[in-house]
């Protein structure tokens, strides 16, 4: 199957369903009391970091789904986005910092191991997800500090 065919799936899915989620779950005045470190970026940076992350995330998707739709890449990848996708409830909605560490850090190693299963096989898409994987282990270093400071 052509990628023109799959691509508009995974885009729907992930920058669809990400976007929504974020828009759910977006800071409120929980999130605003809360001491945060110096290195905290302003809130407008998450929402366009977010949908190029998003559409970065959706294209390897697309592309592993081609490649090997039931191999160990794409279970990390379907791992990474129930991550993903539980980290901004876990946080804004139950309020619980610690368990949101612990999930973004499973995000992390999970990010990292999907790169790590992609390299030699679709070296696209494992580099598509090298930005994801910073801007993961940045939040969780985020995350901890916050859990930290509260």
Same mark, same amino acid.
């Given at each position: 199957?052509?990628? &023109?065919? *799959?691509?508009?799936?995974?885009?729907?899915? /992930? *920058?669809?369903?990400?976007?929504? &989620?974020?828009?759910?779950?977006?800071?409120?005045?929980?999130?605003?009391?809360?001491?945060?470190?110096?290195?905290?970026?302003?809130? @407008? /940076?998450?929402?366009? *970091?977010?949908?190029?992350?998003? /559409?970065? &995330?959706? /294209?390897?998707?697309?592309?592993?789904?081609?490649?090997?739709?039931?191999?160990?890449?794409?279970?990390?990848?379907?791992?990474?986005?129930?991550?993903?996708?539980?980290?901004?409830?876990?946080?804004? *909605?139950?309020?619980?910092?610690?368990?949101?560490?612990?999930?973004?850090?499973?995000?992390?190693?999970?990010?990292?191991?999907?790169?790590?299963?992609? @390299?030699?096989?679709?070296?696209?898409?494992?580099?598509?997800?090298?930005?994801?994987?910073?801007?993961?282990?940045?939040?969780?270093?985020?995350?901890?500090? &916050?859990?930290?400071?509260?």
């Amino acid at each position: 199957m052509p990628i &023109i065919r *799959v691509l508009p799936v995974f885009l729907l899915l /992930v *920058v669809g369903a990400g976007l929504a &989620i974020g828009y759910i779950t977006a800071p409120g005045p929980w999130y605003a009391a809360l001491a945060k470190p110096a290195f905290n970026p302003p809130n @407008w /940076v998450f929402a366009p *970091v977010w949908t190029i992350l998003y /559409v970065l &995330i959706a /294209v390897a998707g697309a592309r592993t789904w081609q490649r090997a739709r039931h191999g160990m890449a794409m279970r990390l990848w379907w791992l990474q986005l129930v991550l993903n996708f539980a980290w901004s409830p876990a946080f804004f *909605v139950l309020h619980q910092v610690g368990l949101a560490l612990l999930i973004i850090l499973l995000l992390a190693a999970t990010t990292t191991a999907f790169i790590a299963a992609s @390299w030699r096989s679709d070296r696209a898409s494992a580099l598509m997800f090298l930005p994801y994987a910073a801007w993961v282990f940045f939040a969780a270093l985020l995350n901890g500090a &916050i859990l930290s400071l509260n």
